[in-house]
């Protein structure tokens, strides 16, 4: 039997994505192994959204080359959005690899191990969806389900554009299909997976046109799916529809990412984000009248080409005023091929690294500040295994997507009832109510 190995970068697309190419090589036949020195097929899903994700994997395809040296039998691939956007230079950069394939190209890695290609091979139209593919899941009781593929923005400073083509949506019956097997299957949270995720349908033909909110509503009316997450949502798309579905259906859980990216709208604005400061702190007083408790997280560009310190004042104004649950935050970082890099105003690293310590503290002190509600409160917990830190304790996650370490009896997969007793920055801990698992 071959074997294979992979190793992904990136977001939960890639993610997603790597495991419908498991699925797909083990239809094949092939078996996963966890050491990449064993494994005949090694491949690389590839991220490229910052500098930092080209340089990690290049560090890795050097232990490739070695190993291919060695057994020049093996096969080299290199899938994603890294692969995408360099195209057939992946050959002249890296000369020991077999196979490049973008996104939408994934079915072509299959064509290629089945043919008796010898010659190294390029595949990087954007023609299908892994959708499609069978797929091997990392935990039986959680599923990813991409239900677009593709962004149509044009964020200045974002190459995901170019990896990834035009929206394109999954119909809903096969949508829906797709998540009533899976809870049939034994999962119980689904995460609806898209570049843009709530501008879902918009390019699907009128037959099957659906918003967003409807398709939300049609998969919480699946037996056996307790938990909905998405991401990532974009705050243009944000409607009130989407917003009260949070209030409205019982699996769909209390939290929303935001993606802010800066709160300057003089900034926005060269972002092309296309809403300003207002309107998006309009989103987020909407989701605080329909959902009270809802938890907010956001991602934060910072270094933005001609960002002034007015400007990054203002995003850390927002970042006061809103009062993140968390953020992701990131060093701007000029990518190929994009608007923003090639805009004069570079910003110096040394103020972009001074912006980022400051933004970095306010997130954490509101993290921790913000936590601080859970304590006392007894919370509905997906057990996900042992706890990282303690291994006599148990780890899993609240509705409000916040990792909880706690005592108890739960297995992997179950609901707990678990009272919260403390709160850090980044996790809560606590105690289950086994006196509930008895009366259950
Ligand atoms: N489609 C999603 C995710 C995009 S990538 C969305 O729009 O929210 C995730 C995050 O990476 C972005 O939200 C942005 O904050 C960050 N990012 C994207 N391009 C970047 C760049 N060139 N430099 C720094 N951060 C970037
Ligand atoms: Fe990139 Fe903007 Fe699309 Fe997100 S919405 S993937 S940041 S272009
Ligand atoms: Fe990276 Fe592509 Fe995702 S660039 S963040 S893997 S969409």
């Known amino acids: 039997m071959k074997t294979y190995h992979v190793t992904t970068f990136g977001?939960?697309?890639?993610?997603?994505?790597?495991?419908?190419?498991?699925?797909?090589?083990?239809?094949?036949?092939?078996?996963?192994?966890?050491?990449?020195?064993?494994?005949?097929?090694?491949?690389?899903?590839?991220?490229?959204?910052?500098?930092?994700?080209?340089?990690?994997?290049?560090?890795?395809?050097?232990?490739?080359?070695?190993?291919?040296?060695?057994?020049?039998?093996?096969?080299?691939?290199?899938?994603?959005?890294?692969?995408?956007?360099?195209?057939?230079?992946?050959?002249?950069?890296?000369?020991?690899?077999?196979?490049?394939?973008?996104?939408?190209?994934?079915?072509?890695?299959?064509?290629?191990?089945?043919?008796?290609?010898?010659?190294?091979?390029?595949?990087?139209?954007?023609?299908?969806?892994?959708?499609?593919?069978?797929?091997?899941?990392?935990?039986?009781f959680q599923a990813w389900v991409q239900i677009s593929v593709g962004c149509n923005c044009k964020c200045s400073y974002c190459i995901v554009p170019s990896t990834r083509g035009r929206e394109v949506s999954r119909s809903p019956h096969e949508l829906v299909e797709e998540i009533a097997k899976l809870a049939q299957d034994g999962v119980r949270e689904v995460t609806l997976l898209g570049q843009n995720v709530n501008s879902y349908g918009r390019d699907l033909p009128t037959e099957e046109r659906i918003r967003f909110s409807d398709l939300l509503r049609e998969i919480d009316a699946i037996d056996g799916v307790d938990r909905i997450r998405y991401t990532?949502?974009?705050?243009?798309?944000?409607?009130?529809?989407?917003?009260?579905?949070?209030?409205?259906?019982?699996?769909?859980?209390?939290?929303?990412?935001?993606?802010?990216?800066?709160?300057?709208?003089?900034?926005?604005?060269?972002?092309?984000?296309?809403?300003?400061?207002?309107?998006?702190?309009?989103r987020v007083a909407m989701i605080r009248e329909h959902v009270p408790d809802?938890?907010?997280?956001?991602?934060?560009?910072?270094?933005?080409?001609?960002?002034?310190?007015?400007?990054?004042?203002?995003?850390?104004?927002?970042?006061?005023?809103?009062?993140?649950d968390g953020a992701f935050t990131f060093i701007y970082s000029p990518r190929r091929g994009t608007e923003a890099a090639t805009l004069e105003e570079q910003v110096p690293h040394e103020v972009k690294r001074e912006r980022m310590e400051r933004l970095v503290d306010a997130v954490q002190r509101l993290q921790r500040e913000r936590a601080q509600r859970f304590v006392g409160r007894t919370?509905?917990?997906?057990?996900?295994g042992p706890s990282r830190t303690d291994a006599s304790k148990l780890r899993g996650r609240t509705r409000h997507n916040k990792t909880v370490n706690f005592t108890g009896l739960a297995q992997p997969g179950e609901m707990a009832q678990v009272e919260v007793t403390g709160a850090t920055s980044t996790t809560l801990a606590g105690e289950e109510l086994l006196l509930s698992r008895a009366l259950a």
């Open 11 to 140: 977001c939960q697309m890639n993610e997603h994505d790597s495991e419908r190419m498991k699925g797909m090589l083990e239809s094949l036949g092939y078996r996963e192994v966890p050491e990449r020195a064993d494994a005949d097929v090694i491949l690389f899903n590839t991220c490229s959204i910052r500098e930092s994700a080209d340089s990690r994997f290049v560090g890795h395809l050097g232990e490739a080359k070695r190993l291919k040296s060695e057994d020049p039998e093996k096969v080299i691939g290199v899938g994603g959005c890294w692969a995408q956007s360099v195209k057939d230079d992946v050959f002249r950069q890296f000369p020991f690899v077999d196979v490049a394939f973008g996104p939408g190209q994934i079915p072509k890695l299959a064509e290629f191990l089945t043919s008796d290609s010898i010659t190294a091979q390029g595949f990087f139209e954007f023609e299908s969806f892994s959708g499609h593919l069978p797929m091997k899941r990392a935990r039986e």
């Open 232 to 282: 990532s949502p974009h705050p243009k798309d944000m409607r009130e529809d989407v917003i009260a579905a949070h209030a409205e259906l019982p699996s769909l859980c209390e939290h929303i990412h935001l993606p802010l990216q800066s709160g300057s709208s003089r900034i926005l604005k060269a972002m092309r984000r296309t809403y300003n400061r207002e309107r998006y702190m309009d």
């Open 294 to 324: 809802c938890a907010i997280t956001t991602d934060i560009i910072v270094g933005f080409p001609g960002e002034t310190d007015e400007d990054f004042e203002q995003t850390m104004e927002v970042v006061e005023e809103v009062r993140y």
């Open 379 to 384: 919370m509905e917990v997906l057990v996900e």
